[in-house]
């Protein structure tokens, strides 16, 4: 598990312990109430970090496609493998595209949505320039 997702669970169990202490430390005629409401809480928060991989998985097979549509339109009859970078410290939605015609150079792509895609970073191969590259694009991300 990582680090910043251990801390983050962490936190929230320290914050549901001290709510359900409150709730118990409260009069008898509320404590129904609010022992209730901390339940809720705690299953909202429970299915927020189940719930959250799978949700950032679609988003990143679907904006992957988006991708894939973006530079079959400009970049018409060649090939490419797509990949991102896994890791919480890490952005799901800048991913990695390595053309085939061009071994050792990766172009990493934001994409916002099927409209709003651009290359924000490139790495060249030991040596090269990034204005060398075949598919070295100059517009940079807003």
């Known amino acids: 598990m990582h680090p910043i997702t251990l801390l983050e669970i962490s936190m929230c169990a320290a914050c549901i312990m001290i709510l359900f202490a409150i709730t118990f430390l409260l009069p008898k005629k ?15 928060v429970l299915s927020f970090f189940v719930i959250r991989p799978y949700w950032i998985d679609y988003q990143v097979s679907n904006k992957t496609e988006q991708l894939d549509h973006f530079l079959e339109k400009r970049y018409p009859d060649q090939e490419w ?10 952005n799901p939605y800048h991913l990695k595209v ?10 990493t792509y934001s994409v916002v949505d099927e409209k709003n895609i651009c290359q924000n970073a490139w790495t060249p191969p030991e040596g090269s320039l990034p204005k060398e590259g075949k598919h070295f694009e100059r517009n940079q991300c807003e």
């Open 81 to 90: 493998e797509i990949g991102h970078q896994t890791g919480r410290q890490y």
């Open 30 to 44: 509320s404590r129904k109430l609010s022992f209730i409401t901390a339940s809720s809480i705690t299953l909202i």
């Open 98 to 107: 390595e053309f085939e015609n061009e071994k050792g150079w990766i172009y």
